[in-house]
Structures are given as structure tokens and as C-alpha cells.
């Protein structure tokens, strides 16, 4: 059986990592000339930690995570607002959760496939025909499954499914992420996460274990189409937030450096049809203000493997995968849509001092576990699934 999967992002590796595990002979492809370096620090638990961990690459994860003591909000004079220990995070969890830099994510399936499958950078799937693919390298593929893992804004979504404007929900953001090297802010945000307590803008700034500094910026705008210089933009838009912020901002690398893009959802309303189907973020997009996206990312792609595996066909086995997991991600992105987005970045001045309130109250006995169960919802597990 042949697989042929666009996108070699953390959705469409893992997903080649599970089929190449069931005997399957898979190709990837990716139209970016080689692996993205570009991304932000995200918290990976819940039913994608689960899958990995099935995987066998739990080991692995933890190595390639950077450990995180304390998540603070401050100021725009850099004085401290809220300051919560982690442990608190992790032990709502058991213990399964890591915060990893996305690219890193992605390494760690890029190295789980690396001399089994066939894996083409600069590549993209040019026509699909009843089964055979043609690729841009002039390769002519017959494939029993075809997947788009090629995120929000998939090329192989809009040649099967339709354009992305049909599927596309803005969610009146935008949000851009470098790194850059400044001993000085290294300093004061090594082991934390620490993020301006601000209203319609936010920026959150990691130290890395490198000595670098990792930042992530969302704002809020109507405008749906992106700057033509993401620098630029982010200077405009986040100048007069401290002295942190000032730094990254005069450090921050040229635009093709800098991860720039909407905050959106993708909703569907079919992820298959016949041999093909859509994983991830090309499939479900949940947007990363709900926190969840690489997570369900990599346990989809997993349930996909493992049904279709089980079933008697390719189209009944994509079937299954959509059945089981749409009304799982729905859930999230109603979620996001409806109470997270506001919580995340707070229009208002009374969000704001309510969610200060919310993390404060995380100290207290009793209330840690509630609230702090409330950010990182166990849900339904893979395993629960049918994976």
C-alpha cells in the first residue's frame, strides 16, 4: 500500500511515521525548500502526547522540550502582575506535558521517518486523478491514500475540496514570532514564560537553553490581509510596551525570518472523499489562541493511520478517522471561538483584571487544580477513540 502525503509539517510526519510503522509505502512531499525554522514555543499535551508517547518517542520529546519554572504577566514597566510555578500546569496534566518550540516538534517526527520514507522538500502535488499523482519533480505516483497535511493554507485542500476562502474563520488576529540573541532579556526570562499583560496585543518571551530568546506576538486587527513587511508591522505595532519588548523589537531578523501569519480556524464540512483526506491544521484548524492545535494535530493523524489500517478499504477506514474525530475538534474550536479568544487576549480592561484574578487564584488550595484544569482540558483520549 502507498501513501502520498503533502505537507511535512508535525501533522503529515507523524502521520507518515504510523503508516510507515503498518508496512505502508509512503512519500511525502513539502513545498518549502527544506525543514521551517520558523515557529513559536507552544505547550504539547493531551491526546497528541498520548500518541507520541505509542509512538515510542516520549524519551525523545522530553530531551528536545525546553524546561519552563514560572509563567508571569508583566507590565508595560516590566513589574510582575502574576507569577504562577509550572509544576502547577504539569501536575493538572500527571505530568504529561512539555513546552517545545514548534520547530523542534516538528524535528523530532522529521527524525522518526529520516531513511524510512521517501521525504521531497521543494516539492508540491500538482494534479491528482483517480488515485495517480503527479508531482512537480515530473514523479508520477499511484497512491491507495492521499493526505493534505499542508496546514491553513493547503494546496491540496483547495485542488480537492474547494478554495480556502470557502473554509476559512478569521478570528480578528494576526500574530508573528522570531528569535534573536540578547544576553540582557535572556537574563530575566531563562526558565519562564513571560508575557505583556496588555489589551488588544500581546507579546510572551521564552529563554532558550541556547541562550536565545523566543517571541511571540498577537494582535488584534480587522485587516485580514498580511503586511508585505512582517517587521515592520510588529515594530508599528508593539512599540511602547517596555523595555522587553523594545529590545526584541530592535532585534527582531528580516522578514523572511519571522513566522507571520492570520489567526484563524479552518472549518470544513468533509474531510474525505474516496481515497483522499485531510489532517491538522488543513483539516481543523483550531487556531493557536485554543492551544491545542499541534496536539490534535499529531493524535488526528494517528486515529487516521490507525483506522485505516483497521478497515477494509481506504475510504471507509478516512471515514471512520472523520467520524471519530470531528466531534472532538469541533469542540475545541467552538471553544476558542467562544470563550478562549477573549480570555487570551482581552479587549477590555474587566477580562483583563478577571483573568489576573483567575491566576492568583491558582495558589489557593482547592481552586489550583480547577482552574488550572480548565486551561489544559483532558478531553477524550486516542486510545478511548478506537487508535
Given at each position: 500500500?502507498?501513501a502520498?502525503?503533502?505537507?511535512a509539517?508535525?501533522?503529515?510526519l507523524a502521520?507518515a511515521n504510523?503508516?510507515?510503522?503498518?508496512?505502508?509505502?509512503?512519500?511525502?512531499?513539502?513545498r518549502?525548500?527544506?525543514?521551517?525554522?520558523q515557529g513559536?514555543?507552544?505547550?504539547?499535551?493531551?491526546?497528541g502526547?498520548?500518541?507520541a508517547?505509542?509512538m515510542?518517542?516520549?524519551?525523545?520529546l522530553?530531551?528536545?522540550?525546553?524546561?519552563?519554572?514560572?509563567f508571569?504577566?508583566?507590565?508595560?514597566?516590566?513589574?510582575?502582575?502574576?507569577?504562577?510555578?509550572y509544576?502547577?500546569?504539569?501536575?493538572?496534566?500527571?505530568?504529561s506535558?512539555?513546552?517545545?518550540?514548534?520547530?523542534?516538534l516538528e524535528?523530532?517526527?522529521?527524525?522518526?521517518?529520516t531513511g524510512?520514507?521517501?521525504?521531497?522538500?521543494g516539492?508540491?502535488v500538482?494534479?491528482?486523478d483517480?488515485?495517480?499523482?503527479?508531482?512537480s519533480?515530473?514523479?508520477?505516483?499511484?497512491?491507495?491514500?492521499?493526505?493534505?497535511a499542508?496546514g491553513?493554507?493547503?494546496?491540496?485542500?483547495s485542488?480537492?475540496?474547494?478554495p480556502?476562502?470557502?473554509?476559512?474563520?478569521?478570528?480578528?488576529?494576526?500574530?508573528?514570532?522570531?528569535?534573536?540573541?540578547?544576553?540582557?532579556?535572556?537574563?530575566?526570562?531563562?526558565?519562564?514564560?513571560?508575557l505583556?499583560?496588555?489589551?488588544?496585543?500581546?507579546?510572551?518571551?521564552?529563554?532558550?537553553?541556547?541562550?536565545?530568546?523566543?517571541?511571540?506576538t498577537?494582535?488584534?486587527?480587522?485587516?485580514?490581509?498580511l503586511?508585505?513587511?512582517?517587521?515592520?508591522?510588529?515594530?508599528?505595532t508593539?512599540t511602547?510596551?517596555?523595555?522587553?519588548a523594545?529590545?526584541?523589537?530592535a532585534q527582531?531578523?528580516p522578514?523572511?525570518?519571522v513566522?507571520?501569519?492570520?489567526?484563524?480556524?479552518?472549518?470544513?464540512?468533509s474531510?474525505t472523499?474516496?481515497?483522499?483526506?485531510l489532517?491538522?491544521?488543513?483539516?481543523?484548524?483550531?487556531?493557536?489562541?485554543?492551544?491545542?492545535?499541534?496536539?490534535?494535530?499529531?493524535a488526528?493523524?494517528?486515529?487516521?493511520?490507525?483506522?485505516v489500517?483497521?478497515a477494509?478499504?481506504v475510504p471507509?477506514g478516512?471515514?471512520?478517522y472523520?467520524?471519530?474525530?470531528r466531534?472532538?475538534?469541533t469542540?475545541?474550536?467552538?471553544?476558542?471561538?467562544?470563550?478562549?479568544?477573549?480570555?487570551?487576549?482581552?479587549t477590555r480592561?474587566?477580562?483583563?483584571?478577571?483573568?489576573?484574578?483567575?491566576?492568583?487564584?491558582?495558589?489557593?488550595?482547592g481552586?489550583?487544580?480547577?482552574?488550572?484544569?480548565s486551561?489544559?482540558p483532558?478531553?477524550?483520549?486516542?486510545?478511548?477513540?478506537g487508535?
Amino acid at each position: 500500500m502507498r501513501a502520498v502525503i503533502s505537507g511535512a509539517g508535525i501533522a503529515g510526519l507523524a502521520l507518515a511515521n504510523r503508516l510507515y510503522h503498518h508496512g505502508w509505502d509512503v512519500h511525502v512531499v513539502d513545498r518549502a525548500p527544506g525543514p521551517r525554522a520558523q515557529g513559536y514555543m507552544i505547550d504539547f499535551f493531551g491526546p497528541g502526547f498520548e500518541a507520541a508517547t505509542a509512538m515510542g518517542l516520549q524519551p525523545r520529546l522530553r530531551e528536545l522540550a525546553s524546561p519552563v519554572e514560572e509563567f508571569s504577566y508583566i507590565d508595560d514597566r516590566g513589574r510582575k502582575t502574576v507569577s504562577v510555578g509550572y509544576d502547577r500546569f504539569a501536575r493538572a496534566v500527571d505530568g504529561s506535558i512539555v513546552s517545545i518550540m514548534r520547530p523542534e516538534l516538528e524535528r523530532l517526527f522529521r527524525e522518526s521517518v529520516t531513511g524510512a520514507v521517501d521525504l521531497r522538500y521543494g516539492t508540491t502535488v500538482d494534479r491528482i486523478d483517480d488515485g495517480v499523482v503527479e508531482l512537480s519533480d515530473a514523479t508520477t505516483l499511484d497512491a491507495d491514500l492521499i493526505v493534505g497535511a499542508d496546514g491553513v493554507h493547503s494546496g491540496l485542500r483547495s485542488q480537492v475540496f474547494g478554495p480556502e476562502r470557502d473554509y476559512l474563520r478569521y478570528l480578528g488576529m494576526q500574530t508573528g514570532a522570531f528569535v534573536f540573541t540578547d544576553p540582557h532579556v535572556f537574563e530575566q526570562v531563562h526558565g519562564k514564560f513571560v508575557l505583556t499583560e496588555t489589551l488588544n496585543r500581546q507579546i510572551g518571551f521564552y529563554g532558550l537553553d541556547d541562550g536565545r530568546v523566543a517571541v511571540f506576538t498577537v494582535f488584534r486587527t480587522d485587516d485580514l490581509a498580511l503586511p508585505d513587511d512582517a517587521r515592520a508591522a510588529l515594530r508599528r505595532t508593539f512599540t511602547g510596551m517596555g523595555d522587553l519588548a523594545e529590545r526584541a523589537l530592535a532585534q527582531c531578523p528580516p522578514s523572511d525570518e519571522v513566522y507571520f501569519d492570520q489567526v484563524a480556524q479552518i472549518v470544513t464540512p468533509s474531510w474525505t472523499d474516496g481515497r483522499v483526506g485531510l489532517v491538522g491544521d488543513a483539516a481543523h484548524a483550531v487556531s493557536l489562541v485554543a492551544g491545542q492545535g499541534a496536539s490534535l494535530g499529531v493524535a488526528g493523524a494517528y486515529l487516521l493511520a490507525e483506522r485505516v489500517q483497521a478497515a477494509s478499504s481506504v475510504p471507509e477506514g478516512l471515514a471512520d478517522y472523520e467520524r471519530r474525530w470531528r466531534p472532538v475538534v469541533t469542540g475545541v474550536q467552538r471553544s476558542a471561538r467562544d470563550r478562549v479568544t477573549e480570555w487570551f487576549v482581552p479587549t477590555r480592561t474587566a477580562t483583563l483584571l478577571l483573568r489576573r484574578w483567575g491566576f492568583r487564584a491558582m495558589k489557593l488550595p482547592g481552586l489550583d487544580r480547577i482552574l488550572v484544569g480548565s486551561l489544559f482540558p483532558k478531553g477524550r483520549s486516542v486510545a478511548e477513540l478506537g487508535a
